[in-house]
């Protein structure tokens, strides 16, 4: 079972850091996922908010995740404040990353068959054969009537030499004609080995239609907020308009950590002096 639990980050020692520099969880993407965990992530669910964190911890002492509530504390930056956040543990423990889930592209491994005829061999292309498995699992899911090896090249003078080669070149038997079980897997795997669809059957061929779903990408709703550990009694947020810092208040404040775009004491001060102006202006 992939794992990912809560680890309390140390405090930094600059005098000013980011919001980010609090989170129990990295912040993840579907390769982020992909890349930490070694399989891909569950796919979008249109049900739920964006959530790039997840934690396996609460399920150990859960007896029913759909129902028992954890609660978090997480920075809501519309409001500027930190919001309390309840989830079911089920929730808590399953992320829900937008983008598409990405399925191995198909590519017919290489085969030593050849064709033999009387003027030399010919190399077999590998994508029109496959296993006898694959062959029964397409025609179980078109209702073909029976999988038979087919009989293309084989007349006359010619002859397949397999050369250890175990696939062969299946056909199947739907509505009185012979569909070739090669052509089929590669509609069926167009967008990927193992994604999504269905085959429609009201034509005179079947047709793959994929399923793969709405990735989330554009999803309006705010993202679950990534929880974060509690303000220690030597540190406050700040926020400005060049957004929100956590400053030590045990240290100087005339050098703002590098990297976070803070402003030094003084520079504060001035902005806020002119702010302050604009709006008395404005109110004029």
Known sequence: M???????????????????????????????????????????????PIKRWFDTSVLVDSQDPENDIVTYEGWDERAKKMKRIALTVRDAATPNLPGLVSYPKYAASPTPAVLVGPTGSTPVPADYLCTRAEAEAVCKAIEGAKVSEAATFVAGPFRFEWNGET?????????????????????????????????????TTPVWVSDVQDNGEQDPRPEVLIPMRKLLTNERIDCTPFGCVVIRVDLSQDQPAAGTGALTQEQDQRLRAIESGVNRLLQQ
Do not use: C, M
């Not at 980011?18 to 669910?45: H, I, K």
């Not at 739907?174 to 994604?195: F, H, I, P, S, T």
């Open 167 to 203: 696939r062969r070149q299946y056909v199947i038997e739907w509505r009185g004609q012979l569909l070739d079980v090669g052509a089929l897997l590669k509609q069926e795997y167009a967008n990927g080995v193992g994604a999504p669809g269905h085959w429609d059957l009201a034509g």
């Open 2 to 48: 992939i794992q990912s639990n809560p680890i309390t980050p140390e405090q930094p020692k600059e005098a000013r850091y980011p919001l980010s520099s609090l989170q129990l969880f990295a912040r993840l993407t579907r390769a982020a996922y992909l890349q930490l965990f070694g399989a891909q992530a569950p796919p979008w669910d249109k049900s739920r």
